[in-house]
Nanobody, 119 residues
């Protein structure tokens, strides 16, 4: 099955930066976008950013101007450059892709990478 492995998380002070990576493998027929989500403790998973194979991007209002999503040409690796980090950015960050599993479109997430921002 599709495999996603996130990395790059860590602990930083407010105002700092981190770069997350998501290595994708065993891709089948997939939709043209890949995304980042995050989940803070006790809260629902929320959309952060997405990128399409053509290069167009979308961001949540809370991260616009601070985060930048990118991917390599082969879609093997997805990145999230995070700058001007705030304590409210703390959470587990997941990458997501939607691919066919049999006849059904299925959402795949990695195991996540933890980001902790201290004030």
């Amino acid at each position: 099955p599709v495999q996603l492995v996130e990395s790059g998380g860590g602990s930083v002070q407010a105002g700092g930066s981190l770069r997350l990576s998501c290595a994708a493998s065993r891709l089948t027929t997939c939709r043209p976008d890949m995304s980042w989500y995050r989940q803070a403790s006790g809260k629902e998973r929320e959309f952060i950013s997405s990128i399409y194979t053509g290069g167009s991007t979308r961001y949540a209002d809370s991260v616009t101007g601070r985060f930048t999503i990118s991917q390599d040409n082969a879609r093997n690796t997805l990145y999230l450059q995070m700058s001007s980090l705030k304590p409210e950015d703390t959470g587990m960050y997941y990458c997501k892709i939607v691919c066919l599993l049999g006849a059904y479109w299925t959402s795949y997430y990695g195991q996540g990478t933890q980001v902790t921002v201290s004030s």
